[in-house]
């Protein structure tokens, strides 16, 4: 079992930077694939960005790619999202994600074992 719990979320205006955390309990975190999704209002659930468990590999949505960066801390169980420029249509709810024994990131909301209850990012423009 795994379970995660987001923080970071909350109101900045277009143009700022934001940086999201996700704290994960379990003894599978390091060898689980760790993603960032995000559900804008009235949309469906969307890939943001994922992270190998070595951290060696990393996958970002094309639509925001250069304005993110994921990152991983084993030794602490935590995985990072640092936006940066952010726009009124990055406004969502961000959800963290995971799981343990894969070696490539799916990018479908699908493939995920466990899920976090998410943090608001809303941007004002």
């Known amino acids: 079992q795994v379970q995660l ?7 900045v205006q277009a143009g700022d930077s934001l940086r999201l955390s996700c704290a994960a309990s379990g003894r599978s975190f390091s060898r689980s694939i760790m993603v960032w999704f ?13 992270i190998t468990g ?10 925001m790619k250069g304005r993110l960066t994921i990152s ?3 030794a602490k169980n935590t995985v990072s999202l640092q936006m940066n420029n952010l ?5 969502a709810v961000y959800y963290c994600a995971a ?18 209850q998410g943090t608001q990012v809303t941007v004002s423009s």
């Open 5 to 11: 719990v987001e923080s970071g979320g909350g109101l």
């Open 87 to 91: 726009k009124a249509e990055d406004t």
């Open 72 to 74: 991983r801390d084993n």
């Open 99 to 116: 799981k343990p024994g894969l070696a490539t990131i799916p990018r479908s909301d699908t493939a995920y074992d466990y899920w976090g």
């Open 54 to 63: 070595s951290g060696a590999g990393t996958s970002y949505a094309d639509s």
């Open 38 to 50: 995000r559900q804008p209002p009235g949309k469906e659930r969307e890939f943001v960005a994922g």
